[in-house]
Each structure stands twice: as structure tokens, then as C-alpha cells.
């Protein structure tokens, strides 16, 4: 069912202005509850004796036709979604389908083994397919177009999703492009399906659109962010892979650009570099505005739940969470998605869907 979804536009049947908190609802964040018969309907369609780490093309076929058991209205908001630039820039789809018999949580952060189900999986390639092209990059996770995101021993403090107990900061999924652009080849989408939540479910993701942040922010700052006065830092990833650790900026470029009503907005991981004193200022006040409980949407994800995110209308960060290492460890998949991979044939490698 259709709970919330409101924007400058349209407004949609179930829309509450406020959440089961009695607080304002983050306009950022539009939620969507399946119902169990969809949920039903959707498991019957699970592939079965298929993997999806060896067939990759082949499993997403066939996750497609369990996606679409969902309710029509539900597929056409997920597709509006998708498509449309006054959209919200992060979805909540909650009551899909699990994975009854899910392994220990694998520590090593690598698929795991003698799986008797690909549930996760079928659910957020069903997903992505809606969005557009699950895609791979050869500098994250070696290529792998399904990520399994969990804390790694040792990389605790580290700015990665590998890390737990510091906080990661505001910022898009991004590739390293050798052209010296921060944002021409990065995913149009994230998807995160959980299959476990953190024990104690502190670990939260947060989101918030440019748009918001153009109407918290003072038009003078505002400006200054939309000069080419920033350098971002190409991912940790690549240069610890392929650049023995040393930084690696892109050119000048504004933080926020493109059409006024519908930014788009880029902050790198790995580093800003403000070129000045004033650039530094409005920095530091978008970095405030952003971590203000007041302005970004806060989501635990939670079995059978995925947090769809266009990584171009808005940033996403992560709460520090106190990992345990135990078989009950947060166990996030996540899937990098393009709306177009012509634009990115130039990059291709023999392997399918994975770019460089
Ligand atoms: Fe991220």
C-alpha cells in the first residue's frame, strides 16, 4: 500500500503529513508497504537451484517476474520513482519477501556458501531492473554487481562500508574517472536490501536531496556552492588499489548545478577540497546542514526491507554502530545502478555489466 509520497506535483492516495511518530514526515523519504499477499505472490517466483553470483543475466530474468507479482500501483510508484525528476530521492520498501534460512552473517564480507536460497537477491535485482541497469566497477568489490555489505574487523574507523564505528559522512557512490569528472560515470541508484539488521539496530542510513538543502541554506551560500570552486577526491578504493594510496582530486566543479528547481549535488567520500576561504565556509554549512537530525531522512534497514536512493538528487551517510562479529551481524546487499550504460561503452570490460 501506498503510505506516503508528496511532491511539488502530485499527491497520492494514504499521504499523511505526519510518521508513527506524530513527527513531520521527511518529504525526502517516500515509503512504500507491501501487502502480504504481494509478499506471496512475489516468493512463488523466487528462482530456485539458480545463482545469482554465477548467472547473473540469467537469475535477474527470472527476479523480474517475481518483482512484478507486486501490486501495479506499487510497480507504477517504484517506476515514477525511477523516472521522475520532482520525485523523492529515497524510497522505503518495506514487507518483501526473506530468506527463510539465512546463513551466519559472513564475516569476510564475501558472498556466502551453500546458500539454499537467493531470496535478498531476487528481490533487489527485481528492483534494480525497475530502475535501470545493475552495473560493477572494477575498483569496487572487484567488479561484483551484488555487494555484500558487512562490517570488517580492523576496518572499523575506516570511511568505507566496511567500517562501523565512525561515522560516514554525507556523500555519493562514486567511480574514479581518469578524465578528472566527479560525477559523468558515477550510479544513477543505490539499492540496499537488508537481510539483517545490526543486532541492536543503530546502525541508521540517512539521506538528504539538494533540493532540501537549497531551501535550508542561505542563497548566498547557496551561490558560492554552485561555483566551480570544489575538487572532489577520487574513491579510497581506487587510489589504495591502483594509486598506492596517494589522492587523486578531480577538477574544479560546484557542489550543487543543473536546473534550479531540481539540483543535482556532489560531495566525495574520500575528500572535499574547498579552493578557498569563503568555498571552505559554505562547505562547512552545507556539512552542518546535512548532519542536522532536523533535515535528513533517517532509516534502519531491516529484514525484508530495501532503501532505494538516487545518488544524483541527494547524499547518504551512516551512523556509527557498535559492531559484534557475531552470526547475527548487520548484512546489507547492495546494487550500483545506471538509467544508461551507452554513455559509459567506453569503459566496458569482458566482463557483463562491469565497467572500468
Ligand atoms: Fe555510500
Not at 535477474?60 to 517475481?66: D, I, Q, V
Not at 515514477?80 to 519477501?97: I, Q
Not at 569563503?278 to 546535512?290: H, K, S, V, Y
Request: with cysteine.
Amino acid at each position: 500500500m501506498l503510505q506516503t509520497y508528496q511532491t511539488g506535483r502530485t499527491t497520492h492516495a494514504h499521504v499523511s503529513p505526519f510518521n508513527q511518530d506524530n513527527r513531520p514526515q521527511n518529504t525526502d523519504l517516500q515509503t512504500l508497504d507491501l501487502q502480504a499477499n504481494e509478499c506471496s505472490e512475489m516468493r512463488k517466483l523466487v528462482p530456485v537451484n539458480l545463482d545469482p553470483y554465477q548467472d547473473f543475466q540469467g537469475f535477474t530474468a527470472k527476479a523480474m517476474r517475481s518483482i512484478a507479482m507486486m501490486d501495479s500501483d506499487n510497480l507504477a510508484a517504484v517506476r515514477k520513482f525511477a523516472s521522475d525528476p520532482a520525485a523523492p530521492g529515497a524510497m522505503l520498501v518495506s514487507g518483501l519477501p526473506t530468506d527463510a534460512a539465512l546463513p551466519p552473517t559472513p564475516l569476510d564480507g564475501e558472498p556466502a556458501k551453500d546458500r539454499e536460497s537467493y531470496v535478498g537477491e531476487t528481490m533487489i535485482l527485481g528492483l534494480a531492473s525497475i530502475l535501470g541497469e545493475p552495473v560493477g566497477y572494477e575498483t569496487e568489490k572487484d567488479g561484483q554487481l551484488i555487494h555484500n555489505l558487512i562490517p570488517i574487523k580492523g576496518a572499523e574507523t575506516t570511511q568505507s562500508n566496511r567500517g562501523s564505528s565512525a561515522f560516514l559522512s554525507f556523500h555519493n557512490d562514486s567511480v574514479y574517472d581518469a578524465q578528472d569528472h566527479y560525477h559523468v560515470y558515477n550510479p544513477d541508484f543505490l539499492i540496499l536490501y537488508g537481510h539483517r539488521a545490526d543486532p541492536a539496530k543503530a546502525a541508521q542510513t540517512f539521506y538528504i536531496s539538494a533540493r532540501k538543502l537549497q531551501k535550508i541554506l542561505p542563497s548566498k551560500i547557496i551561490q558560492i556552492l554552485r561555483e566551480p570552486r570544489f575538487r572532489m577526491a577520487a574513491p579510497a578504493n581506487y587510489t589504495d588499489l591502483l594509486n598506492g594510496g596517494k589522492k587523486v582530486w578531480s577538477k574544479p566543479m560546484p557542489v550543487l548545478f543543473g536546473n534550479a528547481e531540481y539540483p543535482e549535488i556532489a560531495v566525495a567520500a574520500n575528500g572535499v577540497d574547498a579552493l578557498d576561504s569563503e568555498a571552505q565556509t559554505a562547505f562547512d554549512a552545507l556539512t552542518a546542514a546535512c548532519q542536522h537530525t532536523d533535515n535528513h531522512a533517517s532509516v534502519v534497514v531491516d529484514s525484508g526491507q530495501a532503501l532505494l536512493i538516487n545518488n544524483r538528487k541527494g547524499l547518504h551517510a551512516r551512523s556509527s554502530f557498535k559492531a559484534t562479529y557475531g552470526p547475527e551481524e548487520r548484512w546489507l546487499l547492495r546494487a550500483n545502478i545506471r538509467r544508461n550504460t551507452w554513455q559509459m561503452r567506453d569503459r566496458m570490460t569482458d566482463r557483463t555489466m562491469v565497467f572500468s
